[in-house]
């Protein structure tokens, strides 16, 4: 894919932004306006017009601070001056790593006034993550907190910017660390700029920010949305969940994700004038206590946690009551978990489908029961074209399996500075290959059936690992499960489980007359069992099996 070539007079960074960057053909382009789904705003302008709109309205708040639409936007105002003041120019990346907190919002309003893309890191990500992504997106600076969750954020700045000069300035939200060099004041910065809002010539058409991929396999990439894709993301989300200026919403996962940023999440609720709430802690305790305390009606969690909540009913006295829409994402909810959340923490229950690279899958308000709790939801948009295609790359019939390609006027047509990737990751006419294995049914739900890659090649059979999790989860003692490849002079690789149990753990010969009896052929049921206290997440808080295979053969 060829990236459009830069005008002559553009500033340095914006032309090094569009050489990184693969745009949307222009055919499709003019496709998606003529249809209504992208609307020519800038992304920062849905706070503009929600502060015009109901500037005394509650936008934001978490444990220590509450902020107007009003407030949020001179804030953001603000902000945008002092970043343009340190020689920070549209276009340029500025890493943003922050916990969930009010101060997230003002920094990504502020940096996306001043033109900025911010690369929206997570707070569970460390110093291989982070210079990957200083180098890969040749950011300019980075905003951190000083320390969050027991993690001091300024060590990590430090070594990151010996090693990648690039990155000039450290804007640190708290106290700064004494004679270093390049550490700023965040508050200094954001507050008192005495400069103009810089005035921006919008290039909507152009990258906003760069999300992160899930990146269960290999390095992370980074993923270019734009102004116009990602308006319409949050904006169709938000129309899809009913999501009105009455309802209040709970950022519990990592903020800079786009399952809480956009699905309809921060930028949704805040376009149509509902109170995002955000809490660092998403343990039961914590959240429960912030969906009191102000009446939330929506969050989105990931399967693990959702299922923490749903069990945590039974013992903590502040069980949620004000639910009304609990999207459960990121990773296979089995049907039984479904149930389980259904029953204890709301029937609202929604199953979302989705990636940072664009297409998402959404159950609807008032679907039956047995789709929301069975199936990962259909497309958000008429236009997004999904094919699910065999090895070969032919479309298989509705019903059978195959891997989910999709393009669409919310799907990213290339990731940011990667032509390797690119290459493999895109077909030659534009559509993204996802990696995941889907069934889809004649009305266009989608059932995840698991990875392309993650499958365990056992003596020359193929285990679908997903298959044998849905089976192990079904067990009364197992609490959650991996099913992971371990290496094996003899079968070349061999099933491993690793299982989190509730109560009594159960042996190796218990699980296989479990499995039998669910009629699991011999050949896919594990060969090793290995029981652990917790399986380690990811920075979102999905299972990491690279980090359980790095454990169990080091
Ligand atoms: C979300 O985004 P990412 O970019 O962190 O991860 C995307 C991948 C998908 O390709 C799929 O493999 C998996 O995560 N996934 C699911 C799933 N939702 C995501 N697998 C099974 N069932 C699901 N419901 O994870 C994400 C982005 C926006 C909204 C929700 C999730």
Same mark, same amino acid.
């Given at each position: 894919m060829t990236p459009t070539t830069a005008q002559p007079t553009e500033p340095a960074a914006q032309s090094a932004l569009r050489q990184g960057f693969t745009a949307f053909p222009a055919d499709r382009a003019q496709s998606y306006r003529e249809a209504g789904y992208w609307a020519d705003r800038r992304l920062d302008s849905l706070l503009r017009d929600a502060a015009a709109q109901w500037?005394?309205?509650?936008?934001i708040a978490d444990p220590t601070e509450t902020r107007t639409f009003a407030e949020l936007d001179a804030l953001a105002d603000r902000a945008a001056a002092g970043i343009a003041e340190?020689?920070?120019?549209?276009g340029d990346r500025v890493l943003l790593q922050l916990p969930n907190s009010a101060e997230f919002a003002v920094a990504l309003f502020g940096l996306l006034r001043a033109g900025a893309v911010p690369v929206m890191c997570l707070p569970g990500h460390r110093l291989a993550e982070l210079a990957h992504f200083a180098e890969v997106s040749e950011a300019v600076a980075l905003l951190i907190a000083d320390t969050a969750g027991g993690f001091d954020y300024r060590t990590m700045a430090a070594e990151l910017t010996a090693a990648h000069p690039h990155v000039r300035h450290v804007l640190v939200h708290g106290n700064l660390p004494e004679n270093q060099e390049g550490f700023l004041s965040w508050t200094t910065v954001s507050r008192t700029g005495t400069g103009p809002v810089p005035n921006i010539d919008p290039? !909507? &058409?152009?990258?906003a920010l760069l999300l992160v991929s899930g990146g269960t396999t290999g390095a992370p990439k980074l993923i270019p949305r734009t102004h116009q894709d990602y308006v319409y993301n949050c904006t169709a989300s938000a129309t899809l969940c009913e999501l009105g200026a009455e309802d209040v919403y709970l950022v519990a996962l990592p903020a800079a994700h786009n399952f809480p940023l956009a699905c309809p999440g921060l930028l949704g609720a805040l376009s149509v004038g509902a109170t995002t709430v955000f809490t660092a802690d998403p343990s039961p305790e914590a959240a429960f206590a912030a969906i009191d305390a102000h009446g939330v009606t929506v969050t989105a969690l990931v399967p693990a946690l959702a299922k923490l909540w749903a069990q945590a009913c039974d013992w903590e006295? !502040? &069980?949620?009551?004000?639910?009304?829409l609990l999207q459960v994402g990121g990773a296979k909810l089995a049907a039984e978990d479904a149930r389980l959340v259904r029953t204890a923490l709301t029937p609202g229950l929604q199953q979302v489908f989705g990636m940072a690279e664009g297409l998402l899958n959404y159950t609807r308000i008032g679907d039956p029961a047995e789709i929301v709790e069975t199936t990962q939801g259909r497309p958000l948009c008429p236009a997004d074209e999904v094919r699910v295609v065999d090895e070969d790359g032919h479309e298989v019939a509705a019903g059978n399996e195959g891997e989910l390609l999709v393009r669409g006027?919310?799907?990213?047509n290339g990731y940011f500075n990667a032509e390797a990737a690119n290459e493999r990751s895109f077909?030659?006419?534009?559509?993204?290959?996802?990696?995941d294995r889907v069934r889809r049914s004649q009305g266009g739900y989608l059932e995840v059936t698991g990875r392309v890659k993650d499958v365990i090649l056992r003596g020359g059979e193929n285990v679908s690992a997903l298959d044998l999790e849905e089976h192990l989860l079904t067990h009364p003692a197992v609490w959650s499960a991996a099913a992971v490849a371990l290496p094996d002079d003899y079968l070349g690789e061999k099933i491993c489980a690793a299982v989190v149990f509730t109560g009594t753990p159960a042996t190796l010969a218990e699980l296989h007359s479990h499995l039998e009896g669910r009629g699991v052929a011999s050949h896919a049921r594990p060969d090793v069992l290995v029981p652990m206290t917790t399986l380690p997440t990811t920075a979102v808080g999905k299972i990491d099996k690279k980090a359980i295979v790095a454990q169990l053969t080091k």
């Amino acid at each position: 894919m060829t990236p459009t070539t830069a005008q002559p007079t553009e500033p340095a960074a914006q032309s090094a932004l569009r050489q990184g960057f693969t745009a949307f053909p222009a055919d499709r382009a003019q496709s998606y306006r003529e249809a209504g789904y992208w609307a020519d705003r800038r992304l920062d302008s849905l706070l503009r017009d929600a502060a015009a709109q109901w500037p005394d309205r509650t936008a934001i708040a978490d444990p220590t601070e509450t902020r107007t639409f009003a407030e949020l936007d001179a804030l953001a105002d603000r902000a945008a001056a002092g970043i343009a003041e340190l020689g920070i120019q549209p276009g340029d990346r500025v890493l943003l790593q922050l916990p969930n907190s009010a101060e997230f919002a003002v920094a990504l309003f502020g940096l996306l006034r001043a033109g900025a893309v911010p690369v929206m890191c997570l707070p569970g990500h460390r110093l291989a993550e982070l210079a990957h992504f200083a180098e890969v997106s040749e950011a300019v600076a980075l905003l951190i907190a000083d320390t969050a969750g027991g993690f001091d954020y300024r060590t990590m700045a430090a070594e990151l910017t010996a090693a990648h000069p690039h990155v000039r300035h450290v804007l640190v939200h708290g106290n700064l660390p004494e004679n270093q060099e390049g550490f700023l004041s965040w508050t200094t910065v954001s507050r008192t700029g005495t400069g103009p809002v810089p005035n921006i010539d919008p290039e !909507l &058409a152009g990258p906003a920010l760069l999300l992160v991929s899930g990146g269960t396999t290999g390095a992370p990439k980074l993923i270019p949305r734009t102004h116009q894709d990602y308006v319409y993301n949050c904006t169709a989300s938000a129309t899809l969940c009913e999501l009105g200026a009455e309802d209040v919403y709970l950022v519990a996962l990592p903020a800079a994700h786009n399952f809480p940023l956009a699905c309809p999440g921060l930028l949704g609720a805040l376009s149509v004038g509902a109170t995002t709430v955000f809490t660092a802690d998403p343990s039961p305790e914590a959240a429960f206590a912030a969906i009191d305390a102000h009446g939330v009606t929506v969050t989105a969690l990931v399967p693990a946690l959702a299922k923490l909540w749903a069990q945590a009913c039974d013992w903590e006295p !502040l &069980a949620p009551k004000s639910l009304r829409l609990l999207q459960v994402g990121g990773a296979k909810l089995a049907a039984e978990d479904a149930r389980l959340v259904r029953t204890a923490l709301t029937p609202g229950l929604q199953q979302v489908f989705g990636m940072a690279e664009g297409l998402l899958n959404y159950t609807r308000i008032g679907d039956p029961a047995e789709i929301v709790e069975t199936t990962q939801g259909r497309p958000l948009c008429p236009a997004d074209e999904v094919r699910v295609v065999d090895e070969d790359g032919h479309e298989v019939a509705a019903g059978n399996e195959g891997e989910l390609l999709v393009r669409g006027p919310y799907t990213i047509n290339g990731y940011f500075n990667a032509e390797a990737a690119n290459e493999r990751s895109f077909t030659p006419d534009g559509f993204y290959r996802s990696g995941d294995r889907v069934r889809r049914s004649q009305g266009g739900y989608l059932e995840v059936t698991g990875r392309v890659k993650d499958v365990i090649l056992r003596g020359g059979e193929n285990v679908s690992a997903l298959d044998l999790e849905e089976h192990l989860l079904t067990h009364p003692a197992v609490w959650s499960a991996a099913a992971v490849a371990l290496p094996d002079d003899y079968l070349g690789e061999k099933i491993c489980a690793a299982v989190v149990f509730t109560g009594t753990p159960a042996t190796l010969a218990e699980l296989h007359s479990h499995l039998e009896g669910r009629g699991v052929a011999s050949h896919a049921r594990p060969d090793v069992l290995v029981p652990m206290t917790t399986l380690p997440t990811t920075a979102v808080g999905k299972i990491d099996k690279k980090a359980i295979v790095a454990q169990l053969t080091k």
